[in-house]
């Protein structure tokens, strides 16, 4: 049988980033300085008797964004997503100047609207799948970070000049 692994299940997620990072566990678990069995069994769903510590799963993300691996802070989010929370990418400040406001603002916009569309999607059943929660949930992602690119950058704007 076929295992599902959930985006929003912080220990799916950070094993799905960790085996999309370039080499494998294998590369992986050799730039982290342990045995790629060791890292297998912390990461792999259901072996329940070696979990990842709190700076291996910052290590992993880390290493995975720095890698450019798809979806890298993704285990980030779905741990916070389980504690009611979310989080934003805050933007580097070189970047900040260089965008207009108003294109800005039009990303926000258009965040938004996809969280809709996709909710109303969703709700078109009247259930909500757990593939459609998660989908549901990375477009709020997607909408805190354009929400918090905006707030960087009018910080910036008032800062400078």
Not at 86 to 93: C, D, G, I, L
Not at 117 to 123: F, G, Y
Not at 131 to 141: G, K, S, T, V, Y
Request: charged content about 25%.
């Amino acid at each position: 049988m076929t295992r599902r692994y959930s985006d929003m299940n912080q220990h799916d997620a950070l094993y799905k980033v960790a085996r999309a990072y370039p080499g494998g566990l294998e590369a992986l678990a050799e730039r982290m300085g342990v045995s790629v069995n060791v890292l297998r069994n912390k990461l792999a769903p259901g072996i329940d008797t070696h979990y990842p510590s709190f700076e291996e799963m910052s290590q992993i993300v880390e290493l995975c964004y720095e890698a450019s691996v798809k979806d890298a802070l993704l285990p980030i989010h779905a741990l916070l997503a389980r504690h009611n929370m979310a989080a934003f990418v805050v933007p580097e400040p070189e970047t900040v100047n260089t965008d207009d406001l108003s294109q800005t603002v039009c990303r926000v916009m258009s965040q938004v609207g996809s969280v809709a569309e996709v909710v109303s999607d969703a709700l078109l059943d009247g259930v909500i799948t757990n593939a459609e929660a998660d989908l549901i949930e990375r477009e709020f992602q997607g909408a805190l970070t354009a929400l918090g690119e905006w707030r960087a950058r009018i910080r910036a704007r008032g800062t400078v000049g």
